[in-house]
């Protein structure tokens, strides 16, 4: 299977430093996410997805029509992809980073009744094997930084912390296969 991974474009709380993993919060892209995304529709045009799937964050869904305005492709909405629920909702980026350097486990560690990166990461893997069940061949997947980091790192056959480290720049995709 081949996944064509690209990160959402950037959004209003991307500007402010500051995290949203709610779905009914309701942050949107900015021009720049905007024009970002024009210029990845542009780049994917040819690819051969059969299907978008995207999160329930409405920037994931926003980069995904822009994308798709030409295009048609079916969108599937995938929860198993929303955002890293790190437990900062609103808050700032800065303060989640201090929290994990700050912990002597910040890949187990649950803050704020959120999920730790270690419950994430086995979100991730649920996608996929239900991509891997689903019958395509080739997907496109608009999601957030960890899940881009987490998928990178799977195609490569890394696991537990190893998956992190490869981050997908907004406006720009990956081509994986598994």
């Known amino acids: 299977m081949t996944i064509y991974l690209a990160r959402h474009t950037q959004s209003e709380y991307n500007v402010r430093g500051l995290l949203n993993s709610d ?4 942050v949107h892209l900015t021009e720049e996410g905007i024009r970002q995304a024009e210029k990845l529709a542009e780049s994917l045009r040819d690819k051969p997805f ?3 799937y995207t999160s329930e964050l409405p920037r994931t869904q926003q980069t995904a029509e ?3 305005k030409h295009l048609n492709k079916p ?9 890293n629920k790190m437990g900062f909702e609103g808050m700032s980026l800065d303060d989640w980073f201090g929290a994990l350097k700050a912990s002597d486990d910040g890949w187990h560690k649950r803050y704020n009744g959120g999920e730790s990166m270690a419950d994430a990461l086995e979100r991730t893997k649920l996608f996929v094997k239900k991509l891997k069940d689903s019958g395509h061949t080739s997907v496109l997947v608009v999601t957030h930084g960890f899940h881009v980091e987490a998928l990178v790192g799977l195609s490569q056959h890394k696991d537990g912390p190893d998956v992190m480290g490869q981050l997908v720049p907004q406006g720009s995709y990956a081509t994986l296969t598994f």
């Open 23 to 26: 779905p009914n919060i309701l």
């Open 66 to 68: 822009v994308i798709n």
């Open 50 to 52: 059969e299907v978008i």
């Open 75 to 83: 969108v599937i909405v995938e929860p198993l992809i929303n955002e």
